[in-house]
């Protein structure tokens, strides 16, 4: 049987009915097969790990899992419907311990991700980061994102939504195919509000996605909403500026959506 790549499984390859991938972090990826091996979500399908002879999760920096048929569609509304399902049943998940460290230059893929979260919503955006190591942003476009991310944190209020275990990367993972339910393939786990989830994807819908701006009003219900895309566009803003793959062109679509958030404060 010859291996079939594929393009929404983060590199991965199928072989028959079981999809191999490549892990960046093993923590993280052996995290994930564990939790989506029990999960259990209302109008969702989960792709269940594979587990090896010996029982492990990653062999080698590669793991497996079971192929969902399925790929990323232009349906925002629904992967935000989607995301309010998955964390209802995550909510009750432990926050992992590699959510707790702090990121050490020189960082990993993953860490730069954890490095815009936190500056997302630490007092002084970056002061840890800069702190811990991080390189100047000698990009336009990126100090553009980082003045954009300074000017949005002094819009920022206290928020009383709890954190919880949440899928901090929905828009275009989530896999449909023709009346199946939904598929997920993986979780990417951070520990934020599930509000602020759905704001992500609104973000990324409305920066990239070509969704209408009626997105942004449509889940307006959900709670301190504003103060979540809020926190969600500075996330984005500072994974543009840190992020060694961004390139001018993601940033215009960016800055129009902090605009449309800031403007609607």
């Given amino acids: 049987m010859t291996p079939l790549?594929?393009?929404d499984w983060d590199g991965g390859w199928r072989c028959g009915d079981v999809v191999l991938s490549p892990v960046a972090d093993h923590a993280r990826a052996a995290w994930s097969a564990k939790v989506r091996e029990a999960l259990k979500v209302d109008g969702l399908r989960l792709a269940r790990p594979v587990r090896a002879t010996d029982g492990r999760y990653v062999v080698s920096g590669w793991r497996a899992d079971t192929f969902l048929e399925g790929a990323p569609e232009p349906r925002h509304d629904e992967v935000v419907s989607v995301s309010l399902r998955l964390h209802e049943a995550t909510a009750a998940l432990e926050r992992p311990r590699f959510l707790v460290q702090q990121p050490i230059a020189p960082w990993m893929d993953v860490d730069v991700f954890v490095a815009a979260d936190r500056a997302a919503w630490e007092p002084v955006p970056l002061r840890?980061?800069?702190?811990?190591?991080?390189?100047?942003?000698?990009?336009?476009?990126?100090?553009?994102?980082?003045?954009?991310?300074?000017?949005?944190?002094?819009?920022?209020?206290?928020?009383?939504?709890?954190p919880q275990l949440v899928h901090?990367?929905?828009?275009?993972?989530?896999?449909?195919?023709?009346?199946d339910t939904?598929?997920?393939?993986?979780?990417?786990p951070y520990w934020r509000p599930g509000p602020w989830a759905a704001g992500v994807i609104v973000v990324d819908a409305l920066s990239w996605g070509g969704a209408?701006?009626?997105?942004l009003e449509r889940w307006s219900d959900l709670p301190e909403w504003?103060?979540?895309?809020l926190r969600a566009v500075m996330f984005r803003l500072a994974v543009h500026a840190l992020h060694p793959r961004s390139t001018p062109e993601a940033f215009p679509g960016l800055a129009h959506t902090a605009d449309m958030v800031r403007l609607s404060l």
């Fill in 212 to 215: 209408d701006e009626g997105l």
């Fill in 128 to 162: 840890s980061l800069k702190a811990g190591g991080m390189q100047p942003v000698t990009s336009l476009d990126g100090q553009h994102s980082l003045k954009l991310l300074t000017q949005l944190s002094t819009l920022r209020k206290p928020i009383k939504t709890p």
């Fill in 226 to 229: 504003w103060q979540m895309v």
């Fill in 168 to 179: 901090g990367d929905l828009f275009g993972t989530v896999l449909f195919s023709a009346a």
């Fill in 182 to 188: 939904p598929g997920l393939t993986d979780l990417t």
């Fill in 5 to 7: 790549p594929l393009n």
